[in-house]
């Protein structure tokens, strides 16, 4: 979570701080018994925190509304202005930056009725009641505080190594996206990351890594030199730094480069990356999860 000056952090509230990581470690009875009758504020704009408002909103209706505090990056055709909802940068901007997200069902009806509310702010303080927003003069009164702002991948990656030596490998990185082919840190090699950097079909690419990773492991392919991945890795910095949304600039996400990376995996495999039968269908024709069917041990 956030840091905050001195008296303004969530050692002042009266109330109750959590992450949404600690929400969905519960059950679902657990949850539900968690916000049931309680004021809840919901930090983020994310599909989680929009998930989360949601479902608060549908336990505790309108005698208890849910707050929900950040800007939203929505989709057209919806009331975004009705609610102050429009957003602050660029659709080609949140799409690199992983910021797109899709509404719950019902989440404009529960504006509508009132169960659910949305403010806009761009700094937050704690009091005892609740929380300090802009160009608000009295405190937003709540019980309970949940922050679903994501959280910091690199700080959860060095923590896995008991080696100091391994730990500033981590730290020294330029930023969290310091992985070869989004997988082996340069100078820890014999370390694969699986599921790291997002994209629209997430589970295809991972299983195309699962090929890669076991044909490094097999000796079939071999790494470039350190000094090459790290060229590699500055590449890709450069080129999301130059793109996303500044916030997001350190963003793993390749949404919009992700048939190009699937492509990459493919030829460092020594496999064909072209999957279509006929330029028709590689033109015209989505990629999708059978395209890859088979796709080294056709190469035995």
Known sequence: MPSWPPNQGPQVFSGKVMHIMDCTAMNSSGAEELVKNKRVTVIGSGKSAMDLAAQCANINGTRYPCTMIDGLHLGWKLPLKKYGMIPKYSFHQSVLSCQIAVTPENFFDRLEEGSLVIKDSQSIGFCR????????????????????????????????FASPVFQQCI????????????????????????????????????????????????????????????????????????????????????????????????????????????????LFEPYLAKDYAGLTAKQS
């Open 129 to 160: 009641e609740g929380l300090v927003l802009d160009e608000e003069t009295m405190p937003l009164e709540t019980d309970i505080v949940i922050f679903a702002t994501g959280y910091k991948a690199e700080l959860n990656f060095r923590n896995i």
């Open 171 to 282: 730290k020294g990185s330029p930023s969290v996206f310091a992985l070869y082919r989004r997988m082996i840190h340069p100078r820890i090699p014999r370390l694969a990351v699986i599921g790291y950097g997002g994209t629209l079909s997430h589970m295809t690419t991972c299983e195309i890594r699962c090929q890669w990773v076991t044909k490094l492991l097999e000796e079939s392919m071999e790494l470039p030199c350190v000094e090459e991945m790290e060229k590699d890795v500055k590449l890709w910095e450069d080129f999301f730094k130059n793109h996303a949304v500044d916030k997001y600039s350190n963003t793993s996400c390749m949404v919009t480069i992700q048939l190009w990376y699937n492509d990459q995996l493919c030829r460092d495999m020594e496999c064909e990356p072209i999957r279509k039968k006929g330029i028709i269908a590689e």
